[in-house]
């Protein structure tokens, strides 16, 4: 059982970075891929990247996010990570951390366990 807490979200103006942590819980937590995903208004939720479980190497972005943001991990600390730089406002939407025993898969339904998401705004 692994449970995720984000935090790190807030208002920002485009061009602005944030950085948002997802804390787990659980001695299982290196055993898990993990990803962040975002849902914004009406839309449908969606991958932004994974991490494996080790972290070094095997990392996938969604291709509107890749020079941008960057997704690191600290296995030590049960946390994952997201750093948001040069944020546009079609980046605005609630994101969410995910674990998942697979890597890697892009949909939503191959992610075992949810944080409960952090806002992000990004206003122009």
């Known amino acids: 059982q692994v449970q995720l807490v984000e935090s790190g979200g807030g208002l920002v103006l485009a061009g602005n970075s944030l950085r948002l942590s997802c804390q787990g819980s659980?001695?299982?937590?290196?055993?898990?891929?993990m990803a962040w995903f975002r849902q914004a208004p009406g839309k449908e939720r969606e991958f932004v990247g994974i991490v494996s479980w080790s972290g070094a190497h095997d990392i996938v972005y969604r291709d509107s996010v890749k020079g941008r943001f960057t997704i690191s991990r600290d296995n030590a600390k049960n946390t994952v990570y997201l750093q948001m730089n040069d944020l546009r406002p079609e980046d605005t939407a609630v994101y969410y951390c995910?674990?998942?025993?697979?890597?890697?898969?892009?949909?939503?339904?191959?992610?075992?366990?949810w944080g409960q998401g952090t806002q992000v705004t990004v206003s122009s």
């Open positions: 659980g001695r299982t937590f290196a055993n898990y891929a």
């Open positions: 995910a674990a998942s025993g697979i890597y890697y898969s892009r949909s939503p339904q191959s992610y075992q366990y």
